[in-house]
């Protein structure tokens, strides 16, 4: 496997640990979504590269807020609302020479998580998963 694969399986990993340590039944009731998002970029297109994100929400539960910060930093501003389970959204984000970010997730089901420092420049994915 390689080592893109290895990092995003391992993140994974915690995401399910960390949710299956939470023990929150889902709730269905997020609203009807598009099936693709688009969500404009959060910094000005001169301050950095824009790579282009899909997040992924494979939960029964829906997204009710993604936050989103350099990886580190304790800035974390919201970048996604309402991402229904089953649904994917394109995020722009301005990154720096690392291209690592952390990701604050709050679901409808009252569980939250956050996944640090992900590389998105390695394979532009995230998924949210159980």
């Keep these: 496997m390689s080592r893109a694969g290895s990092k995003l399986a391992a993140?994974?990993?915690v995401i399910v640990a960390a949710l299956a340590a939470g023990g929150a039944e889902a709730q269905n009731s997020a609203p009807a979504a598009s099936a693709k998002q688009?969500?404009?970029p959060q910094a000005k297109a001169d301050s950095g590269p824009i790579v282009a994100v899909t997040v992924t929400n494979k939960r029964k539960a829906g997204v009710v807020e993604l936050d989103v910060a350099l990886s580190g930093s304790p800035a974390f501003k919201p970048l996604l609302k309402n991402l229904s389970p089953g649904?994917?959204?394109i995020i722009n984000l301005t990154h720096d020479e690392n291209c690592a970010f952390d990701f604050y997730i709050k679901y409808d089901d009252g569980a939250t998580n956050t996944v640090p420092n992900v590389n998105v420049?390695?394979?532009g994915k995230l998924n949210l998963v159980e």
Excluded: F, G, H, Y
Aim: aromatic letters at 0%; proline letters at 0%; one cysteine or more.
């Design 11 to 13: 993140i994974l990993t």
């Design 121 to 123: 420049c390695e394979d």
């Design 87 to 89: 649904k994917q959204a």
């Design 38 to 40: 688009r969500v404009k």
